[in-house]
């Protein structure tokens, strides 16, 4: 980001600071239905398993095609033998370097898989990467490594493009898992970040997914994405991400010195019927960071930076993040001031910025196109 400090704060406004004492939302996370009469053991026998429902339940933003989950009925490969001991890292690991359409068989109940090492994609083996947990798996990073990564500009994982910046493969979604305990810090490949995902080039979705407690390095003036770090996507097509929850829960969101949640530069999103709540960034001195600071503490759930892309947020809830400097809930920065923000049907509320955010859009710090375009959402 090249905006001075100065450019910066006199964006802001200062009468517009969240109150520091607004409490937590109880609408922000569904609550399950009471519970009925304790039923006899027949009806135990019969009941069936909740379904895996993550993101708000009561968005309604129209899902392209492009951004739907992918068929998996016929996987290409098969992680697990119907136990939870066959479902092993290692097994993670060799079949995203495989490729194809991945599912799970670790039997009937839900699964924690901890990560031995870090799962990551060999660019030549798509064009099409699937990792469908079937809303029983979760994938753990331990407190100590990254859960998963993608770079087709990585020669470890193989050139396939003489333009790996801007290729259309691999082309990876991730869908009905959970991410958790990613942790990063101190990888600083590409600039760091990325605590359970890291993605540059090809393209990339995310589908009925969760994640909690992820982290990423605690200062740095333009690293970030607890949850997901996003470095370019192929014709700046967007990163998906739909029907999911990022932290969720106090204690549950994710840290890191720029975006709690997701952060990306010169990288369009489209966030849809999404929760992004709880999630903080811990950095301090902004980007670029002020005398004796290491910088950060930005978008408290997206941190996005860079020139020409856009940023939707449709039918989601974004509450209750912390920035320790610019936009508790978004930080938006275009350079070259030709990027577009958009937020429809959406509530943003209890969003603090500690430092500096844009008059008049509580929670949001925006240099852009124009003023972020607002319809039938609540900002507060």
């Not at 001031?337 to 008049?360: C, D, K, V």
Request: glycine content about 16%; aromatic content about 6%; some cysteine.
């Amino acid at each position: 980001m090249v905006v001075g400090l100065v450019s910066v704060l006199a964006a802001c406004g200062p009468d517009h600071r969240p109150d520091a004492a607004a409490g937590p939302s109880r609408s922000q996370v569904a609550v399950s239905p009471p519970a009925s009469p304790t039923p006899s053991a027949a009806a135990v026998r019969k009941a069936k398993p909740k379904p895996f429902r993550q993101g708000n339940p009561n968005g309604h933003a129209s899902v392209p095609a492009a951004a739907r989950a992918v068929d998996t009925s016929h996987p290409t490969r098969v992680i697990g033998k119907g136990t939870p001991r066959s479902c092993t890292s290692q097994a993670v690991v060799s079949a995203v370097a495989a490729g194809g359409l991945i599912r799970f068989s670790c039997g009937p109940a839900p699964v924690t898989i901890t990560m031995a090492a870090t799962a990551k994609i060999r660019n030549a083996n798509g064009p099409r990467i699937v990792l469908d947990g079937g809303g029983k798996v979760t994938l753990s990073g331990g407190g100590r490594r990254r859960i998963l990564y993608m770079n087709t500009c990585d020669p470890a994982q193989g050139y396939t493009t003489s333009h790996c910046q801007d290729q259309p493969t691999p082309q990876l979604t991730v869908q009905n898992l959970t991410f958790a305990d990613g942790n990063s810090t101190g990888d600083k490949t590409e600039g760091g970040g990325g605590g359970a995902i890291f993605v540059r080039g090809g393209r990339f979705k995310v589908v009925n997914s969760r994640f909690v407690r992820n982290r990423c390095d605690r200062s740095g003036p333009d690293l970030g994405g607890a949850a997901i770090r996003v470095l370019s996507q192929s014709r700046n097509l967007p990163v998906y991400v739909v029907g999911s929850t990022f932290g969720g829960a106090s204690g549950q969101g994710g840290s890191c010195s720029n975006g709690g949640a997701l952060s990306s530069i010169g990288v369009s999103w489209v966030v849809l019927n999404s929760v992004l709540s709880y999630n903080s960034a811990v950095g301090s001195g902004a980007n670029p960071a002020r005398g004796g600071t290491p910088g950060g503490g930005s978008g408290g759930a997206i941190y996005n930076d860079g020139n020409r892309f856009a940023l939707r947020i449709a039918g989601t809830i974004v509450a209750n993040n912390h920035a320790r400097e610019g936009g508790g809930a978004v930080f938006f920065v275009s350079n070259d001031r030709s990027g577009t923000m958009r937020i429809e049907s959406s509530t943003l509320r209890h969003n603090p910025s500690a430092g500096f955010e844009t008059h008049g859009y509580p929670g949001i710090f925006f240099l852009g196109a124009h003023n972020p375009t607002v319809t039938g959402s609540h900002l507060g």
